[in-house]
Nanobody, 127 residues
Framework: QVQLVESGGGLVQPGGSLRLSCVASGRTFSAWIMGWFRQAPGKECEFVASISRNGGTTYYTDSVKVRSTISRDNAQNTVYLEMNNLKPEDTAVYYC????????????????????WGQGTQVTVSS
């Protein structure tokens, strides 16, 4: 059974930075497209970033593109999301997700493409 466990969330001041981590169980992590999503109170789940199986392709939503980096370490079964210059509108629960299908796409950008999800980690940006 696949398990995804996020960590690294917390309270950050505007303009600050943080790095979220997601550790996955399972021996086929390198075969999964990985993604990060977020959900703010009263809002729908929003795509944040995705990374291809070998890490060579990444894709971001426009609102975080210039201040975020998604990366992965397949040897450690871990995917990361580093965010800089955080803004109050970045406040949300952040979820790690895995697309374990054999899609030919390099990345996946909708929640429906992902079949495994973590429990989420809260990120609050406030002074």
């Amino acid at each position: 059974q696949v398990q995804l466990v996020e960590s690294g969330g917390g309270l950050v001041q505007p303009g600050g930075s943080l790095r979220l981590s997601c550790v996955a169980s399972g021996r086929t992590f390198s075969a999964w497209i990985m993604g990060w999503f977020r959900q703010a109170p009263g809002k729908e789940c929003e795509f944040v970033a995705s990374i291809s199986r070998n890490g060579g392709t990444t894709y971001y939503t426009d609102s975080v593109k210039v201040r975020s980096t998604i990366s992965r370490d397949n040897a450690q079964n871990t995917v990361y999301l580093e965010m800089n210059n955080l803004k109050p509108e970045d406040t949300a629960v952040y979820y790690c997700a895995a697309d374990s299908t054999d899609t030919i796409s390099a990345v996946s950008t909708t929640p429906y493409e992902y079949d495994f999800w973590g429990q989420g980690t809260q990120v609050t940006v406030s002074s």
